[in-house]
């Protein structure tokens, strides 16, 4: 079993930041804010998740392919979202599903609070008003941790990573880690799967980056053992500066 614990979390107060958690059923999201939103983000959560649910019902293989599906007329804008994402990416729809909650969740909030992070699964939506600091923890090796610069220039954006060592997704490829960043993070999240899929050695990775940067990546971040890829608008900075400062 991959580790899955949200060990990254951090919930202490700051000047600028509110920090709280949102859990329903299987959605576990952590949200930063300058204020306590978690009661919205529930709500917004719950009908997130009935939309899901009611489109499943109408199409079973919006859950369990592995590659694009055909799309259905009258579809919630989660469901959409999910179909653009994966279309793009060429994987299945359930490949965007945290970044698409996270995205939707971060701009509805968006209206109380000024600045706004989400953070589902590993999956973040964010938009800031000032620089942050996002970590990158591709579990070890040579690289224990890795740490992104963010500038208010740059959001909203998506930033997603999928694993083949962390969390509970299951990954065709062998990355520590493979970071997108993209003005979507239903597209990110979905780019992410493909780019770690594509990964198997590190020959490869140069080349599953590029392959994310044509889905319409703005930045790809690749980690296998010691080596680092990284393309397009990235800005490496130390990890002691914080996460989400």
């Not at 009611?54 to 055909?70: A, C, G, N, W």
């Not at 989400?118 to 800031?128: H, Q």
């Not at 990964?199 to 080596?227: F, T």
């Amino acid at each position: 079993m991959k580790r899955a614990e949200r060990f990254y979390r951090n919930f202490t107060k700051t000047r600028r930041w509110n920090s709280f958690r949102v859990k329903v059923e299987t959605s576990d999201l952590y949200i930063r804010a300058h204020e306590d939103l978690s009661v919205q983000a529930e709500r917004i959560v719950r009908s997130l998740r009935e939309e899901l649910r009611r489109h499943i019902e109408r199409q079973s293989s919006f859950l369990y392919s592995l590659t694009p599906v055909e799309r259905l007329d009258n579809c919630p804008e989660i469901v959409t979202l999910m179909y653009d994402a994966s279309e793009k990416a060429g994987v299945g729809p359930m490949a965007a599903i945290a970044g698409a909650v996270a995205q939707i969740v971060g701009l509805e909030l968006a209206q109380y609070s000024e600045e706004i992070i989400v953070e589902n699964g590993g999956d973040i939506w964010m938009k800031v008003t000032m620089p942050a600091v996002a970590a990158i923890y591709p579990g070890g090796y040579a690289f224990r941790e890795v740490a992104l610069n963010l500038h208010p220039e740059q959001t909203p954006c998506g930033i997603c990573t999928s694993s083949a060592r962390i969390g509970l997704s299951y990954s065709y490829g062998k990355a520590d880690a493979a970071t997108v960043i993209s003005p979507d993070a239903a597209v990110s999240d979905a780019i992410a799967t493909e780019v770690c899929n594509r990964v198997k050695s590190e020959e490869e990775m140069a080349e599953a980056a590029s392959y994310g940067m044509k889905c319409g990546a703005s930045g790809v971040v690749i980690i296998l053992r010691d080596r680092l890829v990284a393309l397009g608008d990235i800005e490496l900075t130390d990890p002691n500066n914080g996460e989400f400062q």
